[in-house]
């Protein structure tokens, strides 16, 4: 199997950490498995939810593959592969690598914590995050005065942002008895954000995990801390920002595609979580 290749478009390096702006892409686009083992920590963003791979990533000799997100997390050392299931069109992605000694010594994680970790890798993402990774972006096509201070803060709050992750997934395990499993919730987000346009039932939900719908309702609430509903208009309102800040599609095949009956039913969803409108939130973006 290959790993990916790729064209580079800007490079920075900083203490302990280099930025890479590129688009990757299979040499071989008739065999989409790819493979490898990174020697640096690695966080990376796809500028575009839209454009970008999908398909099913896995870590180690971990029997379970989750969906790709746009977000990554991929630690040192750590075998992995994966399947590409569409890459056209695909847009350019962000990367950071971080040297192993630097990653460790900001976020204390030790690379040798077992498959819990390793599951608990597939949705390292926080708001903070997402927000430095986007800024981020921003200074690497848009270089301005302290360049280069500016990359290596915004690094270190990217590192600072997965350690709080890790150590919230530990707070979380450490208050569930016969919760969920990570893996389990790992594959209900994968189920929900792969849903375009198709009405999500609490059945399906408990089927994909193997238990009943009742037992689902009472699990679920305990593991999270939210309803199954909340959680699904959670994860699609995440998904309706990212989709929004593309700036391309339609606000009716946004609603459409993250499964609201109509534009208006999706405008009151996401009103209800953000305080603003779709058009006012992509009119505010582009400002």
Not at 37 to 46: H, M, N, P
Not at 152 to 180: P, S
Not at 219 to 242: D, H, M, P
Request: proline residues 4%.
């Amino acid at each position: 199997m290959k790993s990916w290749q790729e064209g580079r478009v800007e490079t920075v390096a900083v203490d302990g950490m280099v930025v890479r702006l590129c688009k990757p892409w299979l040499l071989n686009a008739d065999t989409p498995e790819l493979s490898g083992c990174e020697t640096t920590y690695q966080v990376g963003l796809w500028t575009s939810e839209s454009c970008r791979p999908k398909g099913q990533f896995r870590f180690g000799a971990h029997a379970d593959s989750m969906p790709m997100g746009r977000i990554s997390y991929v630690p040192a050392g750590v075998k992995w592969s994966a399947t590409i299931e569409s890459q056209e069109d695909a847009r350019a992605a962000l990367f950071c690598d971080f040297d192993p000694g630097r990653f460790r010594n900001v976020t204390g994680l030790d690379p040798d914590e077992g498959s819990r970790h390793l599951v608990a890798c597939h949705t390292v993402t926080t708001p903070r995050m997402q927000q430095a990774l986007w800024a981020l972006l921003e200074e690497v096509n848009m270089p301005g005065f302290g360049h280069h201070m500016s990359v290596e803060a915004l690094g270190q709050l990217i590192m600072v942002e997965v350690a709080r992750y890790f150590r919230g997934v530990e707070t979380i395990d450490e208050r569930r008895c016969k919760g969920l499993s990570d893996v389990q919730v790992a594959r209900i987000r994968g189920f929900i954000e792969e849903s375009s346009g198709q009405r999500i039932t609490i059945r399906a939900i408990a089927d994909l995990c193997g238990i009943s719908s009742s037992h689902m309702r009472r699990v679920f609430k305990e593991t999270t801390g939210l309803s199954l509903g909340a959680y699904v208009e959670q994860v699609r309102i995440a998904r309706a920002k990212a989709l929004l800040g593309e700036n391309r599609l339609p606000l009716k095949q946004i609603a459409f595609q993250l499964g609201f009956a109509n534009p208006s039913a999706f405008s009151a969803a996401f009103r209800r979580a953000t305080g603003s409108t779709p058009r006012n939130y992509r009119l505010a973006l582009a400002a």
